[in-house]
């Protein structure tokens, strides 16, 4: 067996995600349909996990993101997140967030910042 140790050193890396929570929660009988954002320092583990109603987007990346580095104090150095592919429906819309996405990263000084393939 061979293992691929990884170091991450502190403030190095941030991680975000969404994903549909396993348990189905209803209000007053009624379905709650919603996401969870996750946002993780790679290094320590610490998190930060925001409600999310509608869908992943950029938008919802966006705003989570903010609120996260708002409350840790800080931004890593570098930030990554999956493809995001539900955000946009065509390739101009696929540019558009490409962009936005890339300004977000340049306002927060992350120097390294990646769209990973889900």
Not at 17 to 29: H, V
Not at 81 to 88: G, H, I, N, R, W
Request: a negative charge; proline letters at 3%.
């Amino acid at each position: 067996m061979v293992i691929f140790r990884q170091s991450v050193p502190a403030g190095q890396q941030g991680l975000s995600d969404f994903s549909n929570p396993n348990t189905e929660i209803t209000i007053q009988g009624k379905v709650f349909t919603h996401f969870l954002y996750q946002f993780r320092f790679a290094y320590s583990g610490w998190r930060y996990v925001q409600i999310i109603l509608g869908g992943e987007s950029y938008s919802a990346l966006a705003d989570g993101l903010q609120l996260a580095l708002t409350l840790a104090g800080g931004s890593p150095v570098e930030h990554r997140t999956d493809s995001l592919s539900a955000a946009f429906i065509n390739s101009v819309e696929e540019q558009k967030l490409t962009q936005s996405y890339d300004a977000l990263c340049a306002h927060y000084n992350f120097g390294q910042h990646a769209i990973i393939a889900a």
